[in-house]
């Protein structure tokens, strides 16, 4: 974490990076619809590249991660001390790969915007 000075108890910390997540991951169902939405109208066909399958993929990896992170995390009654501990491990990690998956699936969009002239 990044010192700034401000120290927040656990939950608190835990309760706002939750937050922050679902909201982005409502950000990502809004453009996911809108994008189907624009291929539709403009008569292309959906899922034809492989940014849009590694897109899709991250999408779908990130809204398990998101329901796996407030079962397991958010609420500390649920499951065992050792299963949440293994399960942050692998949450933390898992987290980091999407990212990279996330700006991968970007980079391959702008890509393909480039060589397509959409």
Not at 72 to 98: E, Q, T
């Amino acid at each position: 974490m990044v010192a700034t000075g401000i120290q927040l108890p656990r939950p608190v910390v835990k309760l706002i990076h939750g937050g922050i997540q679902a909201f982005a991951f409502m950000l990502a169902t809004v453009a996911l619809v809108a994008t189907f939405k624009y291929h539709k109208t403009q008569g292309w066909a959906d899922m034809y590249h492989p940014h849009s399958w590694v897109g899709i993929t991250a999408f779908s990896l990130y809204g398990l991660q998101l329901i796996i992170g407030f079962t397991f995390l958010l609420f500390p009654k649920f499951g065992s001390d050792a299963l949440r501990s293994r399960v942050a491990l692998i949450h933390v990690s898992s987290g980091r790969f999407m990212f990279i998956m996330l700006v991968a699936t970007a980079l391959m969009g702008m890509s393909e915007a480039s060589i397509y002239d959409v």
